[in-house]
């Protein structure tokens, strides 16, 4: 496969094309600032699976109204430390900022937060969201269900989505620790990446439509969990907190991303946010994260690793290095967000 020429984008610049792209679209002014921000949180980190690779297919869902243009949110709080955030099915990325910004309220004052998110779209890299939380000082895990794409465990048919989960802590220097994964041996963004590059796939990240491995990311009919058995579990309690807690399609009955784009999906996340102050001291907690950190560094790397790293932090160094380079972007991509169509 030959691979597609990248074009380097300064970020606020490519922020900016993604936010046009998505007014033009037809989604209001607030709704697509905020996915923009979620875009370019990816794209900016090097989690291209989730950055410009999304824009035609969120701007066509948005153009055929499979997103609510005009949604009526409602929070309920339901006890002293819990409640659930109605997103009328319009864009997740707003949705679970907002639903976010509640559950970090409830902890502020109770010590714990916990928020349902109901019917919600695509709410993007969720890491985001629990980054958001850690950035006010507290210990953050979301959880989200993704379409019906993945073979359980010694299975050959889809059953679970992608079901990412990101968890968050602050330390004393530094930005806070952010772990965010598919339960997939890899998201499914990474076999659209692979598509936009023409880029051929590992054999051990999905199989094609007859349950073989496949290299050909045009081949691929599902994906796999992440280590087996374990990701296949994961993969179901995500699904079990995010879905059917909440009273939502669940499994196999969610909603395919890019079936009909004309029709709402319905999908759930979930946030908990834990206020470290109501667990112990909260200077002694974060001083004891920024020396995991340290002690992690100074672990003699493996033959073929330069260092340990904490998570997140590849995603910061690249950060870094696109400050200075731009964020690579498909060429073909670049045009289609310079381009006036929508689809
Ligand atoms: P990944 O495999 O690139 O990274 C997973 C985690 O491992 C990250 O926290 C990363 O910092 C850490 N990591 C990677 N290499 C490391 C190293 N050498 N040392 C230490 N830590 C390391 O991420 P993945 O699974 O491809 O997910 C990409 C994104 O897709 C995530 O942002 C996720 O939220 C998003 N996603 C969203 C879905 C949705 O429906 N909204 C569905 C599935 C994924």
Same mark, same amino acid.
């Given at each position: 496969?030959?691979?597609?020429?990248?074009?380097?984008?300064?970020?606020?610049?490519?922020?900016?094309?993604?936010?046009?792209?998505?007014?033009?679209?037809?989604?209001?002014?607030?709704?697509?600032?905020?996915?923009?921000?979620?875009?370019?949180?990816?794209?900016?980190?090097? &989690? /291209?699976?989730?950055? *410009?690779?999304?824009?035609?297919?969120?701007?066509?869902?948005?153009?055929?109204?499979?997103?609510?243009?005009?949604?009526?949110?409602?929070?309920?709080?339901?006890?002293?430390?819990?409640?659930?955030?109605?997103?009328?099915?319009?864009?997740?990325?707003?949705?679970?900022?907002?639903?976010?910004?509640?559950?970090?309220?409830?902890?502020?004052?109770?010590?714990?937060?916990?928020?349902? @998110?109901?019917?919600?779209? /695509?709410?993007?890299?969720?890491?985001? $969201?629990?980054?958001?939380?850690?950035?006010?000082?507290?210990?953050?895990?979301?959880?989200?269900?993704?379409?019906?794409?993945?073979?359980?465990?010694?299975?050959?048919?889809?059953?679970?989505?992608?079901?990412?989960?990101?968890?968050?802590?602050?330390?004393?220097?530094?930005?806070?620790?952010?772990?965010?994964?598919?339960?997939?041996?890899?998201?499914?963004?990474?076999?659209?990446?692979?598509?936009?590059?023409?880029?051929?796939?590992?054999?051990?990240?999905?199989?094609?439509?007859?349950?073989?491995?496949?290299?050909?990311?045009?081949?691929?009919?599902?994906?796999?969990? @992440?280590?087996?058995?374990?990701?296949?579990?994961?993969?179901?309690?995500?699904? &079990?907190?995010?879905?059917?807690?909440?009273?939502?399609?669940?499994?196999?009955?969610?909603?395919?991303?890019?079936?009909?784009? *004309?029709?709402?999906?319905?999908?759930?996340?979930?946030?908990?946010? &834990?206020?470290?102050?109501?667990?112990?001291?909260?200077?002694?907690?974060?001083?004891?994260?920024?020396?995991? @950190?340290?002690?992690? /560094?100074?672990?003699?790397?493996?033959?073929? $690793?330069?260092?340990?790293?904490?998570?997140?932090?590849?995603?910061?160094? @690249?950060?870094?290095?696109?400050?200075?380079?731009?964020?690579?972007?498909?060429?073909?991509?670049?045009?289609?967000?310079?381009?006036?169509?929508?689809?």
């Amino acid at each position: 496969m030959s691979e597609e020429a990248l074009v380097y984008v300064e970020r606020n610049e490519l922020r900016e094309l993604f936010k046009t792209k998505l007014v033009n679209a037809g989604l209001p002014n607030y709704l697509a600032d905020k996915t923009a921000d979620l875009m370019i949180f990816a794209d900016e980190r090097g &989690i /291209h699976s989730h950055g *410009s690779v999304r824009t035609q297919y969120y701007a066509e869902r948005i153009a055929k109204k499979g997103l609510n243009l005009d949604p009526q949110f409602n929070f309920e709080q339901t006890g002293p430390s819990t409640g659930t955030y109605f997103g009328d099915n319009t864009v997740g990325h707003y949705v679970a900022y907002e639903a976010m910004e509640k559950a970090i309220t409830l902890a502020e004052d109770s010590g714990i937060g916990m928020v349902g @998110v109901k019917e919600i779209g /695509h709410s993007g890299a969720i890491g985001y $969201f629990a980054e958001q939380a850690a950035k006010r000082g507290m210990v953050a895990l979301t959880v989200c269900q993704s379409d019906p794409m993945v073979v359980p465990f010694g299975g050959t048919e889809p059953y679970f989505g992608t079901n990412p989960i990101a968890f968050a802590a602050p330390r004393e220097n530094g930005e806070p620790i952010l772990f965010d994964m598919a339960t997939t041996v890899q998201a499914w963004g990474k076999i659209l990446d692979a598509r936009s590059k023409n880029k051929s796939i590992p054999d051990t990240w999905a199989v094609d439509k007859n349950g073989e491995p496949t290299t050909d990311p045009f081949e691929v009919g599902a994906l796999l969990p @992440v280590a087996g058995p374990k990701g296949y579990g994961l993969m179901m309690m995500i699904d &079990i907190l995010s879905g059917s807690l909440l009273g939502l399609p669940f499994g196999k009955h969610v909603t395919s991303m890019y079936e009909d784009l *004309s029709e709402y999906r319905r999908l759930g996340q979930f946030h908990i946010v &834990i206020n470290p102050a109501f667990f112990g001291d909260k200077d002694q907690f974060l001083k004891q994260v920024s020396e995991m @950190v340290e002690e992690l /560094h100074a672990i003699k790397p493996a033959k073929g $690793f330069d260092q340990v790293y904490y998570p997140g932090e590849i995603q910061e160094e @690249v950060k870094a290095q696109y400050k200075e380079s731009g964020i690579p972007v498909a060429q073909s991509i670049y045009d289609y967000l310079q381009s006036d169509d929508i689809y």
